[in-house]
């Protein structure tokens, strides 16, 4: 038996540690750790909530926009607010372009390399791969001369010796499977990919001043005007422009990122039978039809799916959710076997037991700064795989349209889902069906000043004055990586408890007081190794939840010491 530490897990956002027991050729058990502490909900305590969201949406630069929108739905949760429709429509688009930018850059510049031989690519025939390309896509970068130029390029970075974000991989891994001419290609829209993203994200620059970390958020609304006689308000030419930009969003996920997430998944069919996880998914939906904050009225629907069960959707209650700190480097009052809902919960650092040991984690006590989040005493899946699997199941048309025909061009089931293989795919699905609706709510927010409506923000209740002595709250959002939360205690204008309980949590957990492991842990167990040395296959799961530890976990020192510096390979 081997027992195999990978730390820190590369091309994700944070510090991840991951542990492994490997038994003839296969992961028997698992643990995760993040090594990171998160003290965002400390530095709240005593704030103004209207200024919450400027801070939480620092807890990371990969999301950029997520924790100001479960922020600010969290306080017009707990004070009643109702958003005008040009506020909803403007959140909606902002969303919408962070999901698609977010979900290629995931599947090209961190996902991609775990299915993609660098190395094999040199040896690619550029009029073969561009036959290939041809083949799968009328994508116009794909002559025989442009695969050539794009072959030399990777060819003379090779030569330099100077490898950047290639260096220390598991080139010539038995693991991969492309072809030379499939890993040109791939090479190739992984470099184009690069160009794209910072072209189309140019939308939140338009709606919110700039990327990441936008600016013009407010509770009750947003704060960029909207006025088609103004040059200094959204008007008829930038409306314009995002409608481009939109457009060519959508170009590019037709016709580079669905045919190149089909071309390599034929190649790895049998993915579809590893990293199945827990089988329980949460879903708190997205995309909102009416103003309220926590509608139910969303493009993309909220549910639970338990025990991988597609004929049922259950609803979500919040007050079922709990959060337990049995293996974490945390410490409740009431003993460490209690679950806390995120109203009560605490994020405390006097944990004075033993700190991560950087050699083998002692995993029968505490190993994670993460919590350990869980529905009805379970623990869930979130994200993308989550969300379309309760879209299919709710009866979302075009959900099931994409999802069919990509089990039907994979020639697999819809069991094939549940799996490493069927959370890459869906990640996929998901960012066509949005990238779709990405014009439309283009249009609608037209539409509205076309007929003369302009109010982008809810004034009623913006006064502390006017609010009660308590209220409390809670903000949903589904982020790219999952179902968010954001948890507020407002007492005589200041807030008195805040808890963000993020997707990463619910997926990257360790177990909780009942031995009940999380997504990653319970994913991981099953996988095929062919080299513990070389651990490909166990990071090809991990990355198909694309984690993102900034948001769970955050280093802080209150008296401004350097805590602990991190040397990059």
């Known amino acids: 038996m081997a027992k195999i530490v990978i730390d820190p897990i590369t091309r994700i956002e944070g510090h991840l540690r991951i542990e ?181 994200i140019r939308i939140h620059a338009l709606l919110g001043a700039k990327n990441p970390h936008l600016q013009t958020f407010l509770v009750g609304g947003m704060a960029v005007p909207v006025d088609p006689n103004s040059q200094n308000a959204l008007n008829a030419g930038s409306i314009a422009f995002m409608k481009e930009l939109a457009v060519k969003a959508l170009k590019f996920v037709e016709k580079v990122y669905i045919p190149d997430l089909l071309a390599v998944a034929s190649f790895y069919k049998e993915w579809a039978s590893y990293g199945g996880g827990v089988g329980n998914y949460l879903v708190y939906g997205e ?35 709990s959060e337990y700190v049995t293996h974490s480097w945390y410490e409740y009052p009431e003993g460490d076997g209690t679950g806390k809902h995120p109203w009560e919960g605490e994020t405390n650092y006097k944990y004075s037991g033993p700190k991560p040991p950087y050699d083998f984690l002692n995993t029968d006590a505490k190993y994670s700064w993460l919590k350990s989040p869980r529905y009805e005493e379970t623990p869930m899946e979130v994200g993308p795989l989550a969300r379309m699997l309760v879209a299919y199941a709710s009866g979302h048309e ?118 009940r492991k999380g997504p990653w842990e319970s994913a991981i167990i099953g996988t095929p190794v062919a080299d513990p040395e070389k651990p490909l296959e166990i990071l090809r799961t991990v990355h198909s939840f694309d984690p993102c530890m900034a948001c769970a976990v955050h280093v802080v020192d209150p008296e401004g010491k350097e805590v602990t510096r991190v040397k990059v390979i």
Not at 38 to 63: N, S, Y
Not at 398 to 427: I, Y
Request: proline letters at 5%; one cysteine or more.
């Open 20 to 200: 492994a027991k490997v038994e003839e050729g296969k992961v028997v058990d698992a643990w995760s750790s993040s090594t990171m502490f998160r003290g965002i909900e400390l530095i709240l305590k005593g704030r103004d909530p209207r200024d919450a969201w400027a801070f939480t949406q620092r807890a990371c630069g990969v999301c950029t926009t997520v924790h100001a929108f479960a922020s600010i739905r969290a306080v017009e949760n707990a004070l009643d607010i109702t958003i005008p429709d040009n506020a909803r429509v403007i959140r909606n688009i902002i969303s919408a372009i962070q999901f698609v930018q977010d979900h290629v850059i995931h599947f090209y510049h961190l996902h991609a390399l775990d299915w993609v031989d660098i190395v094999s690519a040199l040896s690619a025939a550029p009029t073969k791969t561009a036959a290939l390309a041809q083949s799968i896509s009328d994508w116009p970068n794909s002559s025989v001369t442009y695969f050539k130029g794009v072959k030399e390029k990777v060819q003379a970075f090779v030569d330099t010796g100077q490898l950047g974000p290639f260096s220390n991989a598991y080139w010539g891994h038995s693991a991969y499977k492309l072809p030379p001419e499939a890993n040109l290609m791939a090479v190739a829209h992984y470099l184009e990919a690069l160009d794209w993203q910072r072209d189309v």
């Open 287 to 321: 995309f909102q039809n009416d103003n309220i904050s926590n509608t139910d009225n969303l493009w993309l629907p909220r549910g639970i799916i338990k025990n991988r069960d597609l004929s049922t959707v259950h609803p979500v209650d919040q007050e079922k959710i």
């Open 398 to 515: 075009r959900v099931q349209a994409v999802v069919n025909l990509v089990l039907g061009k994979l020639g697999v089931g819809p069991e094939a889902l549940f799996s490493t293989l069927g959370r890459t795919a869906a990640r996929g699905v998901e960012t066509l069906v949005i990238a779709e609706m990405l014009p439309v709510w283009i249009d609608e927010l037209a539409a509205n000043m076309k007929k003369g409506d302009l109010r982008i923000h809810a004034n009623e209740k913006w006064d502390p004055k006017t609010w009660p002595a308590k209220a409390q709250g809670y903000g949903w959002y589904e982020a790219p990586r999952g179902a968010l939360g954001h948890w507020i205690k407002i007492k005589d204008t200041k807030i008195d408890n805040y808890q963000m309980v993020v997707p990463s949590t619910w997926n990257g957990c360790p177990m909780d007081a009942g031995g």
